[in-house]
């Protein structure tokens, strides 16, 4: 198990309740510390308070879109620091370019395994 000293951080926001719990559970078994957020104005408060080390935002907020939550946290926060996993249903080429442009680092199209969002968060905790 973590250590709290070199154990992740992540901030998982999204809309849909079974969706949360899920991705949560399954970023907690692999010892990332989760907050979750569902509104557009909780994440602006959690990432600028707790600077999580893992940003998961599905893409289709009820308030506003992800891609304009990115451009806010760019403006304020540098995502230099964080990394971010953008989730979305829409496979579009143009959707995948819009969100690495706006600080997305990795796209998870929907429907997608939690295995492939573990597989992703374990890369990021080997990075010292």
Known sequence: MFTSSNRKSALLVTKN????????????????????????????????????DLLVLDLF????????????????????????????????????EQAKVAGANDI???PFSTDLLVQKARRLQTVV
């Open 61 to 96: 907020l009820s308030q506003t879109n992800g891609l304009e939550m990115l451009k806010q946290i760019e403006d304020s926060v540098s995502l230099k620091s964080m990394y971010v996993i953008a989730m979305t249903a829409m496979a579009f080429p143009e959707v995948v």
């Open 17 to 52: 309740p079974a969706e949360r719990d899920l991705l949560k559970l399954a970023l907690h078994r692999i010892g990332y510390h989760v907050q979750t957020a569902d509104h557009a104005y909780q994440v602006m408060e959690k990432v600028e308070h707790s600077k999580p």
């Open 108 to 110: 998870l199209l929907k």
